[in-house]
């Protein structure tokens, strides 16, 4: 049994610090980068990237909302082909920093508001994805499992990794339950650890109510902006670790 840990990073802006990146770099297999919009800016982009080539991390786009103030997590209304052009922008700057770190991105991930919206628009989600294939065709998709994420990438053919979340908990529709709902977002390492690997055991999403909904889990998302963040991190590596589950980059497939 093999998967990647993944965390979203690169989120400082100037001299605002956030995240705990050098540390979970350290943990992870795989890292989603802030390309400017929602986050980050030059400056944290090639800090970050250097320090995923350096640890043998695999680099991923993290595009999102143009919205610093809500870190991308306000809901905005968008066609689809801003949609797709406002993913391709970030990709390409995202591809061109990578390089100058002497790397190379691997896979791309949506942000914040813009993945929850995908998440249940299966037409957003493919002009988002069709953007980035625009740019590179072989690029692995990072989808959330079972949702239209999952099905916009199927359709379009593309090469995908499918994710679950170590620290949110799920509705019984298997989406990530709305952070402002009790409960919605887990803090105890080891509750996390315990949760996540009865997910990757059973091949299946745990709803908050106990219901198994059967998912591909290729990758398990740690978010990387909280006080708890590398506690999770180490947690839940051990545990899996324990379990004999292999920590490695996803290879990403086509449906």
Not at 90 to 114: D, E, P, S, T, Y
Not at 175 to 193: E, K, N, S, Y
Not at 218 to 236: K, M, N, S, Y
């Amino acid at each position: 049994m093999r998967v990647d840990l993944n965390a979203d990073m690169g989120e400082s802006f100037g001299p605002w610090p956030m995240g705990a990146d050098r540390a979970l770099l350290d943990i992870i297999t795989s890292a989603n980068i802030a390309c400017g919009f929602h986050a980050g800016d030059p400056d944290v982009m090639a800090g970050a990237m250097a320090l995923a080539v350096k640890n043998g991390v695999g680099i991923g786009a993290h595009p999102g909302f143009r919205d610093l103030q809500g870190f991308g997590r306000r809901k905005m209304d968008i066609s689809h082909a801003e949609a797709r052009n406002l993913v391709a922008y970030q990709l390409g700057a995202a591809q061109a920093m990578a390089r100058a770190a002497g790397g190379q991105v691997r896979h791309l991930k949506l942000h914040g508001a813009l993945a929850n919206m995908a998440s249940a628009d299966e037409g957003l989600a493919a002009a988002c994805y069709q953007g980035a294939l625009a740019v590179d065709p072989d690029i692995i998709l990072m989808v959330i499992s079972g949702t239209a994420q999952d099905r916009a990438a199927r359709a379009l053919n593309a090469r995908i990794a499918c994710e679950i979340f170590a620290d949110r908990a799920y509705t019984e529709d298997g989406l990530l339950m709305d952070r402002r709902q009790p409960g919605a977002v887990l803090h105890d390492p080891d509750t996390i650890a315990a949760r996540i690997l009865a997910m990757v055991q059973a091949g299946a999403i745990i709803t908050a109510q106990g219901t198994h909904l059967p998912a591909r889990i290729d990758t398990i998302c740690l978010h990387g902006d909280g006080p708890e963040a590398v506690g999770i991190a180490r947690a839940l590596r051990a545990t899996l670790e324990g379990a004999g589950v292999q920590l490695a980059q996803f290879e990403g497939t086509r449906a």
